[in-house]
């Protein structure tokens, strides 16, 4: 049961393994609706300092113990724990304003990042605590010294700096990535929604299932925190240019190269095809998208459409169309379900907002809503921070500065015209750099143009049209395996993206060496280490037993002209250059017929399989095959097949073993390379 929110709920810090209530007067929160207190934030009194130690000696020294995998089904077990939980998240979020839709993007949106981090976790990165980058790089001729590139966690803490917009999501987007690099984090919320964090961390830490010192949350100022950062720790910033620009040139940032990433406002764009007409499905998602983007958190959103490009010729159909559409929008008490859009997430904010809008009425004209006079289906005017939708219409935007530079962050939007795809492209480069545009044609050569002018810009760009509109994800989301951020104006950060985003936090050194110490570093076997050839098969050994370098050397098989004609007509693979000596003669890679490439394949599987049942359960694939030399009739190919990774897993009884096999025809030359995946039982 959570503490109900009022006037006397003092929201508490977690440093160093122990809850602390600040020992200042605090600042206020109120209800965005009801504009009732809700809770009072506080850090004086925290050793920042102390913090930051405990992070890097405690939670940093317990996650790098851990493989990937570990810490991927940590983050697992978290998220399934946050999911039982997760009515009592969205009894909080009501009062940041959010409709019960909204706060399922944050809540179980959040959530839902952290399981897809947890499985990626599991089935990208190796079950290991060091990451191998790219394939190892030959320095010399006699393969005696080489070099590959890895990837360890780094020591220090990750400080997330958050906005209030998004409370949970944006701790547990930052959260996985963090974690699962083998990195702690202190996290600071905004203070005005600061209360759901803080419930979920509440939850987090009841859980049990982070280490003591991986996760810290400041609840109130950073203090002098900045003043601590070293080379090792991660500063990101989420919020407003002003304040991460701010931020970013923080002396103690700069003197020791903290990272730090930003990811700040964005006027972001969507563009309407010239082939979009009203009597076209794309015109009707367009206006879906851009209303449900306006209203959607009352358009506190990062990745909200600011900016409504559209042909000339079609503006006062848009303009119609999106007013009837947000016409349609009840705004209103979130607790009341016919409510479409709650308030703002506070009056100050509102007081912004509304400030913004005055901005950019100075360059456009307000052609929906009534910023000042809000229509209610329930709630008080006066006491919560409503405001309208709000529509704004530039005729000659190429001169203007306000619409392409103010983030006016609620429902607002401006509508700008364009005469040509160029114009388009020009005009939405105007924002400086954001976070996501959006198009909407079922035109290929206008997609093709207009993505490749936008792209430099932006760090998303969806296109949208009548096959993909009952399964995209739509303009704002952003996703796991996506990249999230964008360039210039939105900050020049990037976020999520898969496994990208682990690599945030992790230090990537180039380590020069003999091959063979380069394997014991990595524990990855690289062309030119020493193998191991024994007595035993290697598919006898159990992951017990087998060790990278194990190695079986073949026997010889004599490929003929027969082999290869029973292949062709077995497989129907009738290739001329397997089946007709003239053709293949007069091919520029062949001196005559060659054998098919996968019947060497399959006949080196034949020399190296050892058919008994036994440890080796399931062969599920080959990597990065390819055939290096013609294989004619009469030539003798063998191979060795060397064990090269060992990827055991945490919850089941076996694992996947990489090994490399290399094909060599009677003159040593390599006729095939590629790396069999195999399934091995532990025992
Ligand atoms: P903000 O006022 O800049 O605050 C952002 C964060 O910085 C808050 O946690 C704030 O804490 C903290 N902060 C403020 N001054 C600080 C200082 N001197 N030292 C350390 N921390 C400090 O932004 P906001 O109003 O919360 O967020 C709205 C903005 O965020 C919008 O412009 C929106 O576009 C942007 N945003 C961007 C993204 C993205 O991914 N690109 C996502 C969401 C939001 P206090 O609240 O305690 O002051």
């Known amino acids: 049961m959570n503490a109900p929110l009022s006037e006397s709920h003092r929201l508490k810090s977690y440093a160093c393994g122990e809850w602390f209530v600040g020992e200042g007067t605090g600042k206020q929160l109120f209800d965005a609706t009801s504009g009732l207190p809700v809770s009072t934030i506080d850090s004086t009194g925290l050793d920042f300092q102390d913090m930051l130690a405990h992070g890097r000696r405690q939670g940093g020294a317990s996650l790098r113990s851990m493989s990937f995998h570990q810490r991927a089904l940590m983050l697992k077990g978290l998220g399934q724990a946050l999911m039982a939980d997760k009515e009592s998240f969205y009894t909080y979020s009501t009062a940041t ?5 909204d706060s399922w993007i944050d809540i179980e949106g959040g959530i839902s990042t952290l399981l897809s981090y947890g499985s990626k ?17 030959p320095l010399s001729s006699d393969n005696t010294f080489s070099a590959q590139h890895i990837l360890t966690p780094l020591e220090g803490v990750a400080v997330h700096i958050n906005a209030f917009n998004f409370p949970c999501w944006g701790m547990l987007e930052k959260l996985a990535p963090t974690l699962l690099a083998g990195m702690p984090a202190i996290i600071k919320p905004a203070s005005q929604t600061a209360y ?10 009841a859980t049990g299932i982070l280490p003591e010192g991986a996760l810290q949350l400041i609840s109130g100022s950073v203090g002098d925190l900045l003043d601590h950062v070293t080379a090792q720790d991660v500063v990101t910033f989420t919020g407003s240019a002003a304040t991460g620009q701010m931020l970013r040139v923080h002396p103690a940032i700069i003197s020791h190269s903290t990272r730090f990433t930003m990811e700040a406002d964005s006027l972001n764009a969507v563009v309407l095809g010239k082939d979009a007409t009203p009597d076209t499905p794309e015109f009707d998602l367009f206006v879906r998208e851009v209303a449900r983007e306006m209203t959607t958190k009352a358009g506190q959103k990062c990745t909200a459409i600011r900016r409504v490009i559209v042909p000339r010729e079609q503006a006062d159909a848009v303009v119609s169309a999106l007013s009837t559409r947000l016409g349609r929008t009840t705004v209103g008490d979130p607790n009341d379900e016919n409510v479409r859009m709650g308030p703002l997430a506070s009056l100050d904010q509102r007081c912004e907002v509304r400030e913004r809008i005055t901005e950019l009425s100075a360059e456009a004209q307000i052609v929906y809503g009534n910023p000042d006079n809000p229509a209610l289906v329930s709630g008080d005017a006066a006491k919560g921070a409503f405001v309208d939708p709000v529509l704004l219409y530039c005729d000659q935007p190429k001169g203007c500065e306000a619409i392409h530079s103010v983030e006016a962050f609620g429902p607002v939007c401006t509508l700008i015209p364009y005469e ?39 760090g998303r760009i969806m296109l949208g049209n009548r096959l993909s509109a009952k399964s995209s994800t739509g303009h704002g989301s952003p996703l796991p395996m996506l990249v999230h951020g964008g360039p210039g104006r939105a900050g020049g950060g990037e976020e999520l993206g898969g496994i990208r985003a682990v690599k945030h936090y992790m230090q990537r050194s180039a380590v020069q060496g003999t091959p063979g110490l380069l394997s014991a570093v990595t524990g990855r076997w690289i062309p030119g280490a020493p193998v191991v050839v024994s007595e035993e098969h290697p598919f006898r050994k159990s992951l017990a037993t087998l060790e990278i370098g194990d190695t079986v050397v073949t026997a010889g098989r004599t490929i003929t002209l027969e082999d290869i004609e029973h292949f062709a007509h077995f497989t129907g693979d009738n290739f001329y250059a397997h089946m007709d000596e003239a053709a293949a003669c007069a091919n520029p890679f062949f001196d005559g017929r060659v054998a098919h490439g996968y019947l060497v394949v399959s006949f080196a599987a034949g020399l190296f399989v050892d058919p008994a049942p036994g440890p080796v359960l399931a062969n599920y694939g080959v990597d990065n095959l390819r055939f290096l030399t013609p294989v004619y009739p009469e030539d003798t190919v063998q191979l060795s097949l060397t064990c090269k990774e060992i990827n055991p897993r945490e919850t089941d009884e ?4 990489r090994w490399d096999c290399t094909v060599t025809n009677q003159d040593a030359a390599v006729v095939a390379q590629y790396d069999v995946l195999t399934m091995v039982a532990k025992n």
Request: aromatic share 4%.
């Open 420 to 458: 040509s795809t160029d114009d388009a492209i020009e005009l939405a480069a105007l924002g400086g750099g954001s976070l996501v545009a959006s198009v909407f044609t079922d035109d290929g050569e206008f997609a093709r143009d207009v993505v490749a002018g936008l792209a430099p810009w932006h």
């Open 654 to 657: 076996h694992g996947e073993v």
């Open 97 to 101: 304003g959010a409709t019960r839709t």
């Open 121 to 137: 976790g599991r089935r990208e990165l190796p079950n290991t605590r060091m990451l191998v980058d790219g394939v190892p790089e």
């Open 196 to 205: 759901l964090t803080e419930l979920m961390v509440q939850h987090i830490i």
